[in-house]
Structure formats: structure tokens, C-alpha cells
């Protein structure tokens, strides 16, 4: 009897730890090929993305380089089943200047694209994005300052590619909106975070400046989860005034 018992208890330990297994090489598989959760902890990207979203990046959209795979291995160069993002697309890459750090910004500049800010209205080609004042952004202050609430200008861009989305002003006439011409070199892509005051991003040549194509690592698509800035999603006991309801599963443009 107790050997029966010993080969039945060893057999379902066998089990569950095979079980495990496939799970676990499930997911690398679904991460590494499909899709990537990532959490956005900075208000670059605001109002289109808030501090405490929770998002799934498609890692197929834009094919795949060594910077797809779990900790980045250099196994090889360029990218494999490669696509070019679409002008307007919200995309994670890697950070030019130290590639073991995420960001994620808004495509603007495709190669050969001329970019300019003049007054804080942006030019691709020379010619002017159009743009149309929307409500004022209301919520914690997406410039830095801390406050709880602040009311912020809004604009709504529209790309030549037909876009649209909605970017923060939180100063005229700011730092970068002023710019001279950036010229997009072959192979990259210029970037640009919605909140367009309290960005780093392509505009800063000694930052993100052009990013390779290779630093591409999916295209942003749905928000998931989503709590208040300041709060933890674990603290699942905090979630009924925590989560905000209103965005979960909402599609990223």
C-alpha cells in the first residue's frame, strides 16, 4: 500500500511540474512572438496614455530583431519578417543610448521625412500639421508640477496619413518648439511623446534622437489594466477606487 501511495504521490508531483513547464515555455512563446505587457510610468504620452496604464504591445506588427527575445541576446542583426510602422503608430523601442531601457513614443518621422517645430506646430515636409483646439486636459498635472489637479491645453493633430490623437501643450512657445529641420536618416524613425512639453524623444539629438528600426519592439494596442498614479495594481483591496474602470481594454491610438 504504501508503495502505491509513494508512486502515486511522486507521479502527480511529475505532473504538476510538467504542467509548469508547458505553461511557462507557453508564455516566453506568446511573449517572445505575439504580445509583451508593458506599464507606462511616465506621463510623456499623456492624455493618449496615463501614468498606471497597464498595455499589450504586438511584437509581430513590425517583424522581429534581437531586441524581441528574453534579454536580448546578439544572436543576429536587422530584423526578420520586418514591416515599416505606419506614421502616427504608439510604439515601444529600445533606447538608442542604453538599450536595456523601454520607451515608448509616437511615430512622426519616417526615413527621408523633414521635421521641424515652429511656435509648437509641427511641420513634416515643410508643410504644417493640421491642428484644432479641444477641450483643456483636466487631471493630475501631466507638466510636472504635482498637483493634484490641473487644467492643461489640448490640440488635436491630424498626420497626412489621416491620424489622429491628441497632444498636450503645457507651455507656449516651450524649449522644443522651436526646433531647426531634422532630416530622418534611412533605416529610422523619429518620435515624438503626445505630451509635447514634458517629452524626451526624437527632437533631443543627444537623448532618443533617430531610432533604429532594428530598437523596434511592437506596436502599442490595448490597455488592460489601468490604476490611479500612485497606487499599486497588486493591491488588489485598493482596486474599487483604485482601477480606473472607464479605460480597461481600451484600443491605443
Same mark, same amino acid.
Given at each position: 500500500? $504504501?508503495?502505491?501511495?509513494?508512486?502515486?504521490?511522486?507521479?502527480?508531483?511529475?505532473? %504538476?511540474?510538467?504542467?509548469?513547464?508547458?505553461?511557462?515555455?507557453? %508564455?516566453?512563446?506568446?511573449?517572445? +512572438?505575439?504580445?509583451?505587457?508593458?506599464?507606462?510610468? $511616465?506621463? $510623456?504620452?499623456?492624455?493618449?496614455?496615463?501614468?498606471? /496604464?497597464?498595455?499589450? #504591445? @504586438?511584437?509581430?506588427? !513590425? &517583424?522581429?530583431?534581437?531586441?524581441?527575445?528574453?534579454? @536580448?541576446?546578439?544572436?543576429?542583426?536587422?530584423?526578420?519578417?520586418? @514591416? %515599416?510602422?505606419?506614421?502616427?503608430?504608439?510604439?515601444?523601442?529600445? +533606447?538608442?543610448?542604453?538599450?536595456?531601457?523601454?520607451?515608448?513614443?509616437? #511615430?512622426?518621422?519616417?526615413?527621408?521625412?523633414?521635421?521641424?517645430?515652429?511656435?509648437?506646430?509641427?511641420?513634416?515636409?515643410?508643410?504644417?500639421?493640421?491642428?484644432?483646439?479641444?477641450?483643456?486636459?483636466? &487631471?493630475?498635472?501631466?507638466?510636472?508640477? &504635482?498637483?493634484?489637479?490641473?487644467?492643461?491645453?489640448?490640440?488635436?493633430?491630424?498626420?497626412?496619413?489621416?491620424?489622429? !490623437?491628441?497632444?498636450? /501643450?503645457?507651455?507656449?512657445?516651450? !524649449? !522644443?518648439?522651436?526646433?531647426? #529641420?531634422?532630416?530622418? *536618416?534611412?533605416?529610422?524613425?523619429?518620435?515624438?511623446?503626445?505630451?509635447? /512639453?514634458?517629452?524626451?524623444?526624437?527632437?533631443?539629438?543627444?537623448?532618443?534622437?533617430?531610432?533604429?528600426?532594428?530598437?523596434?519592439?511592437?506596436?502599442?494596442?490595448?490597455?488592460?489594466?489601468?490604476?490611479?498614479?500612485?497606487?499599486? %495594481?497588486?493591491?488588489?483591496?485598493?482596486? *474599487?477606487?483604485? #482601477?480606473?474602470?472607464?479605460?480597461?481594454?481600451?484600443?491605443?491610438?
Amino acid at each position: 500500500m $504504501s508503495t502505491t501511495s509513494g508512486t502515486k504521490s511522486e507521479g502527480g508531483i511529475g505532473e %504538476a511540474i510538467r504542467v509548469v513547464v508547458h505553461a511557462l515555455i507557453i %508564455a516566453a512563446i506568446i511573449r517572445t +512572438f505575439l504580445f509583451q505587457p508593458f506599464n507606462i510610468p $511616465s506621463g $510623456s504620452m499623456e492624455s493618449t496614455l496615463l501614468v498606471g /496604464d497597464y498595455l499589450f #504591445v @504586438s511584437k509581430y506588427s !513590425y &517583424g522581429y530583431s534581437h531586441y524581441s527575445l528574453p534579454f @536580448s541576446p546578439p544572436l543576429f542583426s536587422g530584423r526578420v519578417f520586418g @514591416s %515599416a510602422p505606419a506614421r502616427g503608430d504608439v510604439v515601444v523601442f529600445r +533606447f538608442p543610448r542604453e538599450d536595456n531601457i523601454d520607451y515608448i513614443k509616437r #511615430v512622426i518621422g519616417l526615413p527621408g521625412d523633414h521635421i521641424q517645430m515652429k511656435e509648437g506646430l509641427l511641420y513634416i515636409n515643410d508643410v504644417p500639421v493640421k491642428r484644432e483646439r479641444v477641450a483643456d486636459f483636466v &487631471g493630475e498635472d501631466p507638466c510636472g508640477s &504635482g498637483d493634484a489637479t490641473a487644467r492643461v491645453k489640448q490640440w488635436q493633430e491630424t498626420l497626412p496619413n489621416g491620424v489622429t !490623437y491628441k497632444t498636450l /501643450d503645457c507651455v507656449d512657445n516651450g !524649449y !522644443y518648439d522651436n526646433t531647426a #529641420v531634422y532630416v530622418v *536618416p534611412e533605416g529610422h524613425y523619429f518620435m515624438m511623446g503626445d505630451n509635447r /512639453d514634458n517629452s524626451s524623444d526624437s527632437r533631443v539629438a543627444s537623448g532618443v534622437g533617430y531610432v533604429p528600426e532594428e530598437n523596434l519592439i511592437g506596436r502599442a494596442q490595448i490597455i488592460f489594466f489601468s490604476v490611479d498614479r500612485g497606487e499599486q %495594481a497588486w493591491q488588489f483591496w485598493r482596486w *474599487p477606487v483604485s #482601477v480606473r474602470w472607464s479605460r480597461l481594454f481600451s484600443v491605443i491610438r
